[in-house]
């Protein structure tokens, strides 16, 4: 019987000079094993080893590596990684608690986030690693090494199969904060108590875990939603500066055919107790009714002309129900349609109007609004806008205000976790405006810059601002909502100042996506074109 296991592990006691220690790694670890345990996986945690020893590399690689290959068929694995990391050749690695100042060069003496040889062996059904350790820079409210630049541009095309997915706590460019015991929360946060210390992506995984107990199985997608928005939430009530961490999944299959976490153990239901034989029935009536009785008196022919009669009758009565039923009706839509419109059917009042959609150029992109979000095709002008501009999409000399990075936070994904042979890949950029009132950002060529590289590689292979074949995109955020530009890539190489780029296409192999714009974070997400 397929089974649901995890293994935590965590780097806490780091000896190392310039390594502060991680203390609250044990007790992150410790929740999240009690409300896995609870959600029905079988637990491993390792946040300290036995008479004292560290947690050292090649106790986490035989670890991970037998808990992969000692998975039953068809199980589900969770794994996660807490502790420093480190970014280097392309590589991720986990520090461990044992390593040296002398070690040279540095990672040499880490763990590998790799262990693609034992995925391909595992035959296990899904395997989702959480990466806790995406840290860079040692400061007082942050996890990393000094010196690490990025985070997360590792290899991953041989690991990006259908059953696996890495977490990573943040993306490039970003620390993966913790909470202290002085820190004070701006208001209370639901689920935490005062002088708590956590890891604020280790808290929020338990957290989304624990909450949505009974309420069947999370998939990746929702998963990572709830997840960024705990950690958004947390980072918030903290006060911690600068932006909230933002989560990167890497996977090569749609997030939301992956679900890894259980449903919930449902609710005892009362059952018949077994010991005592049910109630008899009461027996059935053999007398016959009043109508029975009174269809008798007749003879048969009577009594079938009767039955016609009834029948038709009450066929009439229907009938008539209906029809005053869908006069009814008729009446109250164009009440409504009357009391929106003024009373002119054909006018649309001065607070709509009817507009086109975004002019979808076929060359890059399009513009779209946010799911949920009214309908392009009626929506309400905004005192600053003229009603004939579309919805989504504005003036240079508009007053709406401009997104900026502290009410707003960007993001891009790709359509598609992987494209076949002359599939062209497509990507969203999007913005979210969490602020009450609408504002206007470009997200153009030129000022959301895309760039497109070869995992491994680090100069792009094509980049949106080097030609760019349309100007500004300037569209209007609506407030506490989205708005999304799609841009399509026709797979081939692009070159500074409309230069003449190499011929041919683009190879096949894993690709990274990042998203560049003026006073805002790096984001970046990952896709696959697959060989012929």
Not at 15 to 32: H, I, K, N, Q, T
Not at 123 to 130: D, G, S
Not at 194 to 219: M, N, Q, Y
Not at 403 to 413: F, H, N, Y
Request: charged share 20%; hydrophobic share 35%.
């Amino acid at each position: 019987m397929a089974r649901h296991r995890a293994l935590l592990i965590g780097a806490s006691d780091y000896e190392m000079p310039g390594v502060s220690p991680l203390p609250f790694v044990p007790a992150d670890l410790a929740r999240l094993g009690s409300v896995l345990g609870d959600r029905g996986f079988d637990v491993l945690v390792v946040a300290a080893r036995e008479g004292g020893k560290q947690v050292s590399r090649n106790f986490v690689d035989g670890q991970v590596t037998g808990f992969l290959r000692r998975a039953g068929r068809d199980d589900t694995l969770l794994v996660l990684l807490s502790g420093h990391g480190v970014h280097a050749g392309g590589r991720d690695f986990l520090v461990p608690e044992d390593i040296q100042e002398d070690t040279h060069p540095f990672e040499s003496g880490c763990v590998a986030i790799d262990w693609r040889a034992h995925l391909d062996e595992t035959p296990a059904a899904r395997v989702v690693f959480l990466i806790d350790a995406c840290r860079e820079g040692i400061e007082q409210s942050s996890m990393g090494m000094a010196g690490v630049r990025q985070w997360g541009r590792q290899k991953t095309s041989a690991a990006l199969r259908r059953k696996v997915a890495f977490v990573y706590a943040c993306s490039p460019g970003q620390y993966a904060l913790f909470v202290r015991p002085r820190d004070t929360s701006a208001e209370p946060v639901p689920g935490v108590g005062p002088g708590e210390t956590f890891s604020i992506f280790s808290r929020s995984v338990s957290d989304v875990v624990a909450a949505h107990r009974g309420t069947g199985d999370l998939d990746l997608r929702e998963f990572q939603q709830s997840v960024q928005d705990r950690v958004t939430e947390l980072h918030r009530a903290y006060r911690k500066a600068g932006q909230p961490q933002t989560l990167r999944v890497v996977t090569d299959i749609p997030a939301g055919d992956l679900r890894f976490l259980p449903p919930s153990p449902a609710a005892e239901r009362p059952r018949p107790d077994r010991s005592t034989p049910p109630a008899a029935a009461p027996p059935r009536s053999t007398a016959p009714s009043a109508t029975r009785t009174a269809m008798t008196a007749f003879p048969e022919p009577v009594r079938h002309r009767f039955r016609r009669i009834v029948w038709r009758r009450r066929a009439l009565v229907t009938l008539l129900a209906l029809g005053v039923l869908g006069a009814v009706v008729w009446a109250i839509v164009t009440a409504v349609a009357d009391g929106r419109d003024g009373g002119d059917p054909t006018a649309h009042g001065p607070g709509s109007t009817l507009s086109a959609a975004p002019d979808a150029s076929a060359s890059t992109s399009a513009a779209t609004p946010s799911k949920g979000s009214p309908s392009p095709t009626k929506s309400s002008a905004s005192p600053s806008e003229s009603p004939a501009q579309p919805r989504t999409t504005v003036s240079g000399g508009s007053t709406l205000p401009g997104c900026t990075p502290g009410t707003t936070a960007l993001s891009v994904r790709s359509v598609h976790n992987s494209y076949g042979p002359g599939e062209q890949p497509r990507m969203e950029i999007t913005a979210k405006n969490r602020s009450t009132a609408d504002c206007k950002i470009d997200l153009g060529p030129r000022k959301a810059v895309l760039a497109l590289s070869k995992a491994g590689e680090d100069q792009p292979l094509w980049s949106s601002d080097d030609c760019p074949e349309e100007g500004r995109q300037l569209l209007r955020a609506p407030a506490g909502d989205t708005v999304t530009r799609v841009v399509t890539w026709d797979r081939k190489p692009s070159a500074a100042d409309c230069a003449s780029s190499s011929a041919g296409s683009a190879p096949s192999g894993t690709y990274l996506a990042e998203l560049s714009a003026t006073g805002f974070p790096k984001v970046q997400t990952s896709f696959v074109l697959r060989a012929a």
